[in-house]
């Protein structure tokens, strides 16, 4: 069995410690050496002192001006020490730790240094204390064994110099064990840590006893002291040995070696009474780690751990202590999963409920998921739970506030939290003193004009900053009604609530078409207002019942509060206005589900004739009528469509718009020489996304030109041609180009504005609403090809804050190039590295800087948005293989700004439909088109053209096989069908490719 001196500072027994810290050792020999050599640099000239400061100082001038960079902390500290600057080395760990807590590694490095000026300062006493503050916060930051045992080391030399040492040093280990005694794996080190040390104090008294035989009332007094110490180095065994700890089978053979040596000081019938027990509970705790061995070599994820978590909690006799001790390990290696931290509090909440621990454990989380916004909120609830000054809560969400809020769910649901705590915080004000605002608190008139202010501004920041979000309508006005229901009824101001949904909610865009807000609006009205409102209300709702989205809701809720409330002529006169209105909206709907029948009917029987006909007479005469065959041009279509928006009466009953339909006949408008062209369908752009055509006519055009269609015609034919209206195909691709992902609000000039560096614009054209808002993209037209070319060059060009995507402009007659247009490999490539979990600030040169280090570095490509924003993914290229591999090997599991990146060799997996195209086998009777599509025949179940258009390269080779000559004098002849593997477009376009 092995003892400990008092004075040893050694208290771990462990060869991989120990082979650390000899590493360490050699390293801090090669550290002086370099120093050593720095000043032999010094002297021959070399390293000029000024040049060092000036270095450090603009390192010192980047983390104030980046408070946040961690990668800029560790690149000052490293400078630093290289410089040996004891100044900038403390003033970088200090502020860095303010922010950021620090890793095991980082605070070791620290403490040692500082362990190791003490023994040379002047101020012992001082900077000790120093010391031990400092020991206090490594503690707090994350669970280390390492940094404990250090800790505990540097406090055993305290254990002599104070008359209270011993209690000190115990206290200290009781601390540790709370913590870390449970840890299955290094929990062993603190408890033989603590067993070293009581037995170190048992060989003091043993010494003592021994150097002072003679005193009799020393020796009674040292051994009483002997057999107490001797019963708490038992009572440690005991603590120790019912735990689930590795290695115990080694304490266990210990134990027993300590009875056999202080036998002669055990208690009567120790054995029985003792002994026993502690077997039972060492077979317990034997039988307990093997079943956590299972859970404890599969610890790498955060699911690993909660799988582990789970367990624990499943057992008849579930440790808090020892759950709290797993999380604790989760989060040091996972400690930027929010969601980790929220299931902690969440359990820390349920079951320890400690004020102290509770607001610790709350900093942080905060400290390392700033950016949950979660934490941020139930911090502040759970300062309110304690009741905690108002001054301290507002201060966490104005930190909140400033820490940035990253998407519309975090803005919505922080401002809401906020607000709904100013609005207890009122009510606790109100239950306090009845009727505050008449007697004129200031209180609570601050608190008022608090929640007014807060409410306001966070509705307008709604609208400036996620109008474009897609979730925008999801919160459509969600603060504006939750004030105007604080006016109502806490604040007993109905006519402020009511002016908040007149001049700010129903003022808002199209919000008077949405019938759920008048319906919430009738709902205040109807709880804190009058019939008399609440009527005016639903009939100002009707009067846009054209353009609501359920205009049927608001009749029936009318017909309803009628019914309820209102006199009898009040509901026949709701009747006889909802009735007007459900028929106007009913009588569309049911012409067009009878037209839908009878329009499948007429196609049947269409279908039927052409078959019955077409079985009849031959097939060249089924050929000349299919090329004879006309169909009708949808123009025609359109004049009527843009002639019911406007020049038809809205009152207009549906007869007459059916005679007024018929009058635009085909033969009328050939009549009049107007037939407006169809846009053409839309091509695709350079990033895959569909190019609609260029607007038609508006309906205000075509009713211009439907009335000047009565005068006279003079005009010609050439003049009516240039009357029309472009089309994609009829633009010059070679002089357009195709600009997309534009903001809602641009204009024509800003878009000129954007291009102007390109050459001169001829036109520009941007595609519009009914209602003349942008649709988001649109057409420049430059006077020449060369600056069509330099203005692709300025794709992706910010246009308010929104990247503008540039393509080139494609007619019908480029859509046969489609396949020889470039796209990003889809396949494995060796060369290329996929990387992930990238800080959203990085950029191409950080990158290139990193990367470059391995190999030649071909191109690096930042995956972003549509809006711009960036994805935290990117590809870089190599030039070969070999770089490839050596950067996934030196750079995989880099910490970058405080994010691990992740990576790998770009092999996208393959989409459903390549993997469908690929699984389906090719046949003769029913294969695939060229495109791709499943669908390849006609209406008839034959092809459109009545031809095989399976390259003689893909069909199924045919080929006859001859046996041998056998004894029969017939010979027989087999036919063998071999298919080939499914192939890919790819595969096809090669075909036609040209060696």
């Excluded at 002997?226 to 700890?245: D, E, F, I």
């Excluded at 005016?536 to 353009?547: E, F, G, Q, T």
């Amino acid at each position: 069995m092995t003892t400990v001196k008092p004075d040893q500072t050694s208290l771990i027994d462990n060869p991989d410690e120990m082979e650390a810290n000899e590493e360490q050792e050699e390293e801090d020999d090669l550290g002086s050496t370099s120093s050593d050599e720095g000043e032999m640099d010094d002297k021959n000239g070399i390293v000029n002192d000024e040049q060092q400061e000036a270095e450090l100082e603009k390192m010192k001038t980047s983390i104030t001006e980046n408070p946040y960079n961690y990668q800029s902390y560790l690149d000052y500290i490293a400078l630093s020490k290289k410089y040996n600057s004891l100044d900038h080395i403390r003033y970088s760990r200090q502020q860095m730790s303010d922010l950021f807590p620090l890793t095991e590694q980082l605070w070791l490095d620290w403490l040692k240094d500082e362990e190791d000026l003490l023994k040379s300062s002047i101020d012992i006493e001082g900077d000790r204390l120093k010391l031990v503050q400092l020991y206090e916060k490594a503690i707090n930051d994350y669970l280390s064994i390492r940094i404990w045992l250090q800790y505990l080391q540097f406090s055993i030399g305290e254990m002599t110099r104070k008359p209270d040492g011993i209690d000190a040093i115990r206290n200290l280990f009781e601390r540790s064990l709370i913590p870390g005694g449970l840890h299955v794996r290094d929990g062993i080190l603190l408890w033989q840590a603590y067993l070293e040390v009581e037995q170190a104090i048992l060989m003091g008294i043993e010494v003592s006893l021994t150097e002072q035989q003679d005193t009799i009332n020393i020796n009674s007094d040292l051994n009483e002291k002997l057999s107490k110490q001797v019963l708490h180095v038992l009572n440690l065994y005991r603590r120790q040995l019912g735990l689930p700890l590795r290695h115990m089978s080694k304490t266990y053979d210990e134990y027993n070696e300590f009875c056999q040596q202080y036998k002669l000081y055990l208690p009567h019938n120790y054995h029985l009474e003792y002994d026993l027990n502690l077997k039972h509970d060492y077979d317990q705790g034997m039988k307990q780690l093997e079943e956590r061995e299972v859970y404890e070599e599969q610890l790498i994820s955060v699911n690993d751990y909660e799988k582990y978590i789970q367990f624990e909690l499943g057992q008849k006799n579930s440790s808090p202590a020892r759950i709290q001790c797993l999380y604790e390990r989760a989060i040091v290696d996972h400690c930027l999963n929010g969601d980790l931290w929220l299931h902690y509090l969440d359990y820390v909440d349920e079951n320890l409920k400690s004020k102290e621990f509770s607001e610790k454990l709350f900093e942080r989380s905060l400290r390392n998921c700033p950016w949950i916004i979660k934490l941020w909120i139930k911090h502040a609830q759970a300062l309110e739970f304690y009741n905690y000054e108002h001054v301290k809560i507002k201060s966490v969400y104005n930190r909140a506030f400033n820490m940035g809020l990253q998407n519309i769910h975090d803005f919505v649901e922080l401002y809401l939290s906020f607000i709904h705590y100013l609005r207890r915080q009122y009510q606790k004000q109100q239950q306090q003193h009845q009727n505050t605002i008449n007697n004129g608190n200031k209180q609570d008139e601050q608190l008022v004009d608090e929640l007014r202010q807060i409410c306001e501004s966070a509705s307008d920041q709604y609208d400036e900053h996620f109008s474009q979000d897609e979730s925008y309508l999801f919160y459509n006005c969600k603060f504006d009604k939750y004030w105007a229901f604080l006016e109502c009824k806490y604040f007993h101001q109905l006519d402020q609530a009511r002016k908040i949904w007149n001049d700010r909610i129903l003022q808002k865009e199209n919000n008077t078409h949405l019938s759920q807000l008048w319906c919430d609006y009738y709902e205040m009205e109807h709880i804190y207002g009058d019939d008399k409102h609440c009527r005016k209300l639903l009939y100002r709702a009707l009067s846009n019942y054209k353009y609501m989205d359920q205009p049927e809701v608001i009749c029936h809720l009318l017909l309803k509060h009628e019914e309820d409330y209102g006199t009898l002529e009040q509901y026949k006169q709701a009747k006889l206005k909802t009735n007007e209105i459900l028929k106007t909206i009913h009588v569309p709907k049911k012409q067009q589900q009878e037209q839908k029948p009878s329009k499948g009917k007429q196609q049947q029987q269409k279908q039927k004739k052409t078959q019955q006909s077409n079985a009849k007479q031959p097939k060249q005469e089924r050929k000349n009528q299919k090329k004879s065959r006309s169909y009708v041009d949808n123009n025609t279509m359109d004049i009527t469509a843009a002639t019911t928006t406007e020049s038809i009466d809205v009152d207009m009953s549906p007869s007459k718009q059916q005679q007024r339909k018929r009058k635009l006949s085909p033969q009328v408008s050939e009549s009049n020489h107007f037939t407006p062209t169809v846009p053409k369908p839309a091509t695709v752009d350079n990033d895959v996304f569909k190019i609609p055509a260029l607007p038609g006519p508006s309906s205000s055009s075509v009713q211009k030109k439907l009335k000047s269609n009565n005068q006279p015609q003079t005009t010609t034919t050439s003049a009516n041609h240039q009357s029309q209206p472009h089309s994609v195909s009829d633009l010059n691709s070679l002089t357009t180009v195709f600009v997309s992902n534009l903001p809602y609000d641009v204009n024509e000039d800003q878009i000129q504005q954007a291009l102007s560096s390109a050459g001169k614009i001829k036109e520009v054209r941007l595609t519009k609403h009914w209602s003349g808002k942008s649709r988001g993209f649109g057409y420049v037209e430059f006077e020449n090809e060369h600056s069509c070319r330099q203005a692709l060059k300025l794709d992706r060009t910010l246009v308010n804050e929104r990247p503008m995507f540039v393509s080139p402009c494609e007619t019908d007659k480029d859509k046969s190039l489609a396949s020889s247009k470039f796209k990003y490999s889809t396949s494995l490539e060796k060369n290329k590295l996929f990387i992930t979990n990238l800080p959203f600030t990085i950029t191409k040169e950080q990158l290139l800087e990193i990367f470059s280090k391995h190999g030649h570095v071909d191109d690096i490509r930042l995956v972003t948005f549509r809006s711009g924003k960036p994805k935290g993914l990117a590809y870089v290229d190599y030039d070969n293989e070999q770089s490839a591999s050596h950067a996934i090997l030196n750079v995989d599991g880099m910490t970058i700004e405080g994010h691990s990146i992740k990576v790998a060799i770009s092999n996208p997996p393959q989409r459903k439909q390549q993997q469908q195209q690929q699984q389906q086998p090719l046949s003769t009777t029913n294969s695939l088109s060229l495109g791709g599509s499943a669908k390849s025949s006609g209406p008839r179940g034959k092809g459109y053209s009545q031809i095989a258009l399976i390259p003689r390269k893909v069909t199924p080779k045919t080929t006859t096989v001859k046996p041998q000559a056998s004894t029969a004098t017939t010979t027989t002849t087999t036919t063998t069908t071999t298919t080939e593997s499914a192939l890919t477009n790819a595969d096809f376009q090669k075909m036609f490719i040209k060696n």
